[in-house]
């Protein structure tokens, strides 16, 4: 219980002693809008490692050399964990931006500091409001900024690790209107920091595994129509190796 009153205490006091931040961010932003992203994920990175470490998370990358450099992508993973996010954004080398709940919009100073690292807040039941934040993805990608979503469209609770939830199609809409590399990731080992034991927060070890990149228009037609189940069932694979590795240390 210790480590949750300290993360949240942290959390709660970097929001409030940072406005003063927020607004020189602001200024910078409007003369340069990338420094003021940079310096932004410079922080928050930052802020999320510290979190990580407080509460006794170790993390293994794998497969970054499929992520290319100097390109944006869609990031596209399994997702169990408020960490998570914590993960990916202290992992990936360049630009990111999640696509977040539109929900998370009411939370001041959150919301600003989420607008800064590039965020985005999808509404899921408005389609008109959806095709905007697609947009708004596009164009950030054409700009060099990658983003990274969770097709399943909400925390995975269940026990078994290979039985993810159905992918959403149209959340890979970003990369197939943009034509940027898909890359799937499969993360392990997030749930056991907190979700499996809320409200207390426990060391775990977390591997988060960078998949082979596609382009979609280059996938056979099948595959091509139903892009989300063939990503979904790429990060399966990944998922069922991971654990068979650690079946077998276990042995």
Wanted: contains cysteine; positive net charge; proline residues 5%.
């Amino acid at each position: 219980m210790i480590r949750f009153i300290l993360v949240a205490s942290t959390v709660i006091g970097f929001l409030i002693f940072s406005t003063g931040l927020l607004h020189k961010l602001k200024k910078t932003g409007k003369s340069d809008q990338e420094k003021m992203e940079r310096e932004s994920l410079r922080i928050v990175q930052k802020v999320f490692r510290f979190i990580l470490k407080m509460s006794g998370v170790t993390v293994t990358v794998k497969g970054m050399e499929n992520v290319p450099e100097g390109q944006p992508v869609l990031y596209v993973g399994n997702h169990r964990s408020y960490f998570d996010i914590l993960v990916g954004y202290t992992t990936v080398p360049s630009l990111l931006g999640f696509v977040a709940k539109k929900e998370m919009k009411r939370y001041p100073l959150l919301s600003d500091w989420m607008t800064n690292v590039n965020c985005l807040f999808l509404d899921r039941k408005n389609l008109k409001e959806g095709l905007k934040t697609i947009l708004e993805g596009i164009e950030k990608v054409k700009r060099g900024v990658s983003i990274w979503i969770f097709p399943e469209g909400t925390r995975n609770r269940g026990e078994d690790l290979l039985e993810l939830l159905p992918f959403k199609e149209g959340s890979l809409k970003i990369a197939e209107k943009s034509g940027c590399p898909v890359i799937p990731v499969a993360i392990t080992g997030t749930a056991e920091i907190f979700e499996k034991h809320f409200p207390i927060i426990r060391p775990a070890h977390v591997t988060i595994e960078f998949g082979q990149p596609f382009i979609i228009k280059e996938l056979p037609p099948e595959e091509r129509k139903f892009v989300g189940a063939y990503t979904r069932k790429q990060i399966i694979r990944m998922l069922e190796k991971e654990q068979h590795g650690l079946t077998g240390n276990q042995n």
